[in-house]
């Protein structure tokens, strides 16, 4: 009798434990969609869709990618602060996503809090050391402080990683000119010419 309640008992709990992952499984596809479908309205401008499909996740499925999305709609709607707090809740989920240390940095360089900008910029190079927009960006925080030897060395990484930016270009030669080298800026301002 007893061995039979065993296997009975041990049956059950297969079952049981089959119906749970198939459940787990399809609350995975259906959260993926969920997230797939948010990105779809964000990337058409319908922000406040993608919001509260996104809003609407158990905070334990939120990775640092949907608090990366929920901070660029919040940005799309002005509110640099709630952008803020998602991007520092992405990096609470990945201390190294530097996407959003990079966002933080243009956040803060658009309120002209060029060192906060800057030291999250540098902190997404650390952690993704080709991504040409971040050395950019650092290098234009550097010349409103007036770091122009930093500026250039990050501008000259820039166009190593990205030779086709128009920008870069014209951005190095103002540096030479403010370092006074006024050949290197001419030399690098043919180039940005012979580009347009």
Request: aromatic share 14%; net charge positive.
């Amino acid at each position: 009798m007893q061995k039979k309640l065993f296997i009975f008992l041990s049956i059950s709990f297969l079952f049981i434990l089959n119906i749970y992952n198939i459940a787990l499984a399809s609350n995975n596809d259906n959260i993926k969609d969920i997230k797939q479908q948010a990105i779809a309205l964000y990337t058409t401008g319908n922000y406040k869709e993608a919001f509260k499909l996104l809003d609407n996740l158990p905070t334990s499925e939120k990775n640092e990618e949907v608090f990366l999305l929920l901070a660029n709609i919040a940005q799309e709607n002005n509110d640099d602060n709630s952008a803020i707090q998602n991007l520092n809740k992405a990096l609470d989920k990945n201390y190294s996503y530097y996407k959003a240390y990079y966002n933080l940095g243009c956040i803060f360089a658009s309120k002209k809090s060029y060192l906060l900008a800057s030291n999250n910029f540098e902190l997404a190079i650390k952690y993704n050391k080709t991504f040409p927009s971040a050395y950019y960006n650092l290098a234009c925080c550097q010349m409103k402080l007036k770091n122009y030897e930093q500026a250039k060395k990050n501008l000259i990484k820039a166009l190593e990683l990205s030779p086709q930016n128009k920008d870069y270009y014209y951005n190095l030669a103002y540096c030479y000119k403010e370092l006074h080298k006024e050949k290197q800026a001419k030399k690098i301002l043919e180039v940005y010419n012979k580009m347009s």
